[in-house]
T-cell receptor
Framework: KQEVTQIPAALSVPEGENLVLNCSFTDSAIYNLQWFRQDPGKGLTSLLLIQSSQREQTSGRLNASLDKSSGRSTLYIAASQPGDSATYLCAATHNNAGNMLTFGGGTRLMVKP | DAGVTQSPTHLIKTRGQQVTLRCSPKSGHDTVSWYQQALGQGPQFIFQYYEEEERQRGNFPDRFSGHQFPNYSSELNVNALLLGDSALYLC???????????FGEGSWLTVV
């Protein structure tokens, strides 16, 4: 059974700092891994999708990496801004499990002005 | 291009009642999944529909049922509501498997 863990559960940084959010998964037979952002009381916004054959994906100030052999993914946020404050969730889909996403518990990020 | 839309946004039900939540997928998407998210936790997979059939199901009791219509929209039904069913219910859509999955804003269900 796939288990996804995100550490830390909460993070507070000053504006402008570069930061890394961590995601680990127990079963390396993943199909892809997706990072989401969730603002309080809202739905999920897709940030980046990494296919199992890829090592990383970039979008603006965001860069996500995937290392299947170690069961890890990281989300790098450059030059953080107060508007980046939200909960960040990673989720994996598993081979032969269709589109079923297994989520981590999320990292709640606060960027202070 | 409208994204995933869900209704209602908020609702309050009494224990033992039944509820129906609705979802319209993003244009061009044919696969719809439902998730339950308790406060402070990551979403939990309930089930997935493709071609009007339930293709996968998570660890949820039979009180949770669903349906997908020919236009790919979907409904989630929960019978005999329990206090523990209070949560944010999220609908997600995609085109087939392996592609980016998009979520709606969710339906907040409170059971009293």
């Amino acid at each position: 059974k796939q288990e996804v863990t995100q550490i830390p559960a909460a993070l507070s940084v000053p504006e402008g700092e570069n930061l890394v959010l961590n995601c680990s998964f127990t079963d390396s037979a993943i199909y892809n891994l997706q990072w989401f952002r969730q603002d309080p009381g809202k739905g999920l916004t897709s940030l980046l999708l990494i296919q199992s054959s890829q090592r990383e994906q970039t979008s603006g100030r965001l860069n996500a990496s995937l290392d299947k052999s170690s069961g890890r993914s990281t989300l790098y946020i450059a030059a953080s801004q107060p508007g980046d404050s939200a909960t960040y969730l990673c989720a994996a889909t598993h081979n032969n499990a269709g589109n079923m996403l297994t989520f981590g518990g999320g990292t709640r990020l606060m960027v202070k002005p | 291009d409208a994204g995933v839309t869900q209704s209602p946004t908020h609702l309050i039900k009494t224990r033992g009642q039944q509820v129906t939540l609705r979802c319209s997928p993003k244009s061009g998407h044919d696969t719809v999944s439902w998730y339950q998210q308790a406060l402070g936790q990551g979403p939990q997979f309930i089930f997935q529909y493709y071609e009007e059939e339930e293709r996968q199901r998570g660890n949820f009791p039979d009180r949770f049922s669903g349906h997908q219509f020919p236009n790919y929209s979907s409904e989630l039904n929960v019978n005999a509501l329990l206090l523990g069913d209070s949560a944010l219910y999220l609908c997600a859509s995609s085109f087939r498997e392996g592609n980016t999955i998009y979520f709606g804003e969710g339906s907040w269900l409170t059971v009293v």
